[in-house]
């Protein structure tokens, strides 16, 4: 008979004082707060309010998702992406805030998972329209730049296919001195890097892989995702002199 393997206590006790630490919990005011181990794409941590109600416990938000994207004027944006992510589950909006029941505390976990998905989807979903926004502004820029300095160099596809035989949608693609140089708009967020991260990798595998150009608008303001995406590609800045741009194509 096959035997369960006994698991090293100092595992054991390492792991579960991890599971521990991943969600916080306080009380205030006659309501707990849970902390909840999802960051949203502002880099804030889901913070869930739980109070009691007549037939068990009230879970919410306490408005806060509302008022993060109102603070950015995205207010509009919450009504809207709010409607399409609660009618996944059982979670309604009351106030601006985000709520649902438990009737006891075997339903209390979901309950409070389901809220903190729900605030964690609209914002990730309203950020990486911004984010496709911002990233298209960009790539328009980098294509009347990369004309400007190359000229007829520049083509007019914008896809290529990686060793993976994946076709990559890029900003632009260039012939320069015989050799291929593929430039791509990437913005701060997590999407827009690990998309332009996952093409440049595949596109690096290649035989002869082209030159590989990020253009960002501020390098400081990717933080430790730059390391990412330099990987493998070379990173520059929009506003760079034109010599950045021919030195990074070659």
Known sequence: MATSPIIDQALATATERAARE????????????????LVGP?????????????LGFKIDDAGATHRDLQRLGLERSFTRTAASVIGENEVSINDSALVTFATGP???????MEVGLTAWSIMDRIYDRLDDASEDEIAQDLRVRLANIFGSSLEDKQTIGGLS?????VSAI?????????????????????????????????????????VVKDKAQLGPKLSILSQAARVIEQSQPDDVYRRAAL
Do not use: E
């Not at 075997?106 to 409070?112: C, S």
């Not at 035989?165 to 949608?169: A, E, G, M, Q, R």
């Open 22 to 37: 991943l969600v916080s919990c306080r009380h205030w005011g006659g309501s707990s707060y849970v902390t909840l181990p």
């Open 42 to 54: 502002d880099g804030s941590s889901i913070i869930i309010r739980v109070t009691q109600d007549m």
């Open 106 to 112: 075997d339903d209390l976990g979901q309950a409070i």
């Open 174 to 214: 260039l012939h320069v001195d015989h050799k291929l140089a593929v430039f791509q708009a990437v913005t701060d967020h997590a999407n827009s890097v690990y998309r332009a991260s996952a093409a440049f990798h595949d596109l690096a595998s290649l035989p002869d892989p082209p030159a590989l150009v990020a």
């Open 165 to 169: 035989t994946t076709l990559w949608s």
